[in-house]
């Protein structure tokens, strides 16, 4: 695989591209790949599901709709007891 260096970034940009990358859970070089493949390849579904762009409607309504109501209800059992 080859590698690539860029100089002579502005500093700002360098730490847009750090905090870009921790707020997708990834390192800044897997970050800049996915950038790179992107712009390059138009592969804009290298961009992450979780990522900050989608809002919160977006993420819930793509939740599968499984199971059914009585499975989310909330058993009121006593509680056990419990040694400490």
Known sequence: MAQL????L???LVELLDE???SRGHSAEEEHR???QAALQGKESLVSAASPSRGLAQHLTSIPDVGHGEDFDRHHDDPR???L
């Open 81 to 83: 007891p419990v040694d």
């Open 20 to 22: 870009r990358a921790a």
């Open 10 to 12: 502005d500093d700002g």
């Open 5 to 8: 260096t860029v100089r002579n």
């Open 34 to 36: 996915q950038i790179l």
